[in-house]
């Protein structure tokens, strides 16, 4: 395997003087392209932090980050910007989709931004990503309208929209019953097989980590497992 991204010695702290929290401390991590990865560690280890890192929506306060051969640190916002709408993806556990957008158009949101407009190929793709998570019945369903496991197979088919390398998920069934919990990793392992997307997967869930290939334990701002 090849690396996707390679981060040295990260440093991140919030703050200044008195009320500054040293979250990263100095922490290294490599994922290889085609991994599936789980992010353990307590509350406040900083899993987040490292997430918004990764997906390029933070700069840590000192450390290099490469991925896919480019130097994230020194790249400016708008390169940054078109870098992330092209190779990352991202599941949130509070799926931030748009309500009164159906289904299909959340989908399909990311590629219009890339492209400028709702092209027909990027619906074709909306429909068949919706289709593998089991949701060709409520595509033209506003997402108000769906449950919550259901929101969260629209959110994963959205972060593959434009079949990005990597996919950040922070905690994404952190608001699900077991069972959906489990059909959503059991898609997202689908993706990962079938595709080789890259996922990284923040969770407390020692189960849905045991789903993952590879546990990676941050703690005390670095990589303790
Ligand atoms: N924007 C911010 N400004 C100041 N402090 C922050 C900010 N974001 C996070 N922190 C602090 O950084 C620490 C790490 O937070 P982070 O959300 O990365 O942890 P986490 O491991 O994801 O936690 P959880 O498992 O509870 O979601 C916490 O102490 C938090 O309060």
């Known amino acids: 395997m090849s690396a996707l991204l390679e981060v040295r010695d990260l440093f991140k702290t919030y703050g200044t003087g008195d009320t500054a929290t040293r979250v990263l401390r100095g922490l290294n991590l490599r994922l290889e392209a085609g991994e599936m990865a789980a992010l353990l560690g307590p509350s406040g280890s900083g899993k987040s932090t490292l997430l918004t890192i990764l997906g390029t929506l ?82 033209n369903f506003p997402t108000a309208n769906l449950s919550g496991g259901q929101k969260q197979r629209v959110a994963v088919a959205r972060a593959l929209m434009n079949s990005p390398e990597l996919v950040l998920a ?41 789903l993952c290939q590879r546990q990676i334990v941050v703690g005390d701002g670095v990589v303790t497992g």
């Open 170 to 210: 922070d905690e994404p069934t952190g608001n699900l019953d077991r069972a959906s919990a489990m059909q959503v990793m059991d898609l997202i392992g689908q993706i990962n097989r079938d595709e080789g997307t890259t996922f990284l997967i923040s969770t407390h869930d020692d189960k849905i980590a045991g």
């Open 58 to 139: 933070t700069k840590p306060t000192s450390g290099s980050f490469v991925m896919l051969g480019n130097d994230m640190i020194a790249a400016g916002d708008k390169e940054l910007t078109d870098f992330r709408n092209a190779h990352i993806g991202f599941v949130f556990q509070f799926h931030n989709l748009l309500p009164d957008f159906t289904a299909l158009e959340n989908v399909v949101f990311p590629s219009a931004v890339r492209e400028g407009r709702e092209t027909p190929a990027a619906r074709a793709r909306g429909r068949d990503l919706l289709t593998r998570m089991g949701l060709a019945d409520r595509i």
